[in-house]
């Protein structure tokens, strides 16, 4: 099973691009690049700006900048845009993401804590070498908690980057604008303008102790199955809607919902029946019992949650996506897996074949 890569992180893949359609001088006189260095500040003055608008979304950004194919890019990269002006192996851009909050948490900092973990451990497998916080602050948006969260790291052509984040937590979503510079060309002013021109016109809720949206389980299925499934498979609407009326079971963390997950189980739905055709179980719940192939436990999306891939007895693969952690259980142990079938897929394995198994939104992980 492929590393999951979170969508921040993914996000971060941009912010780590080079500029495709220029490269680097090799001789390029060190005078002549103090001297652009020098004319940052009042360039900066005089950019001049144009807006992008989105759905329920839309900021400022320079007007010479070129819009990014997010095509082939999970759904949650709503806009971004790049400096291609530049003779340099990276090109400045920006980037707004809108994902799915299955913690419920509105604190920025938090969020910002994560992130901060999850470059320094995992930068470089995403082109993100040495990177370093540089400060967090809180910064509201209007009446809404936010903060920005700006970081150094070394992109691979070996240009130093100043790397910002605009963070805007509500109970079921999290805004981010990313923007990212090489330190030569970084300028406060210009990432001022750019986050305070942000303007949000969808409803948002920042409610401390309340109850996570009804939606907020299927959201987080909805946003994570394109990863897991390598683009291949997405969340159907009828899974979806499922989902979204059983939200109280993903995790069933307490006796009363694991009973209640329990006896949802259709158990005449084997493996079996899932790889003829999964679409026909969209709206039960299955267990699937094996041995735990690969279990990975993440927390950058603000709370852990597990991608867990067991074998069953009869050579057929399940993977478990689980919104909560699945405590001391390790590769090799045996493990039951209950939830919601989401899809087929197939995974690349170390043979260099591929491997088909089923993704399922998992309410309970028991280890046996």
Sequence with gaps: MKKL???????????????????????????????????????????????????????????????????????????????????????????????????????????ANNVVDYYTQNGESIGISNYKKVSYTNKPYKEYNA??????YTHTSGTDIVLVQYMIPTNSELYTMTITSSKDSYNQDTVNEIINSLSISAPLEQTAGSTVAESTAANFFNDLTPFITDNTAVLDQASYDFIAGNSDLFPASTADLRKKAKGLVDSKVTTRHLNKNVANYYEDFVSVSGQVIQVEEDNSLGSTFSIVLVMDDNGNYVTALYPATTGDLLDGDYATVIGAPIANYSFQNVGGGFTNSTLIGASLVIAE
């Design 147 to 152: 903060g920005v969260l700006e970081g150094n």
């Design 5 to 111: 890569i979170t969508i921040l992180a993914l996000t971060a893949l941009l912010s780590a691009c080079g500029n495709s359609e220029t490269t680097k001088t090799a001789d390029t006189p060190t005078t002549e690049t103090t001297s652009a260095t020098e004319t940052v500040s009042a360039e900066a003055k005089t950019t001049k700006y144009t807006t992008y608008s989105g759905e329920s979304f839309s900021f400022s950004y320079p007007d010479h900048w070129k819009s990014v194919d997010t095509s082939q890019m999970n759904a949650a990269v709503k806009a971004a845009f790049s400096d291609q002006s530049t003779s340099s192996q990276f090109a400045d851009n920006i980037n707004f993401t809108i994902e799915s909050s299955p913690s419920g948490s509105i604190n920025p900092e938090e969020f």
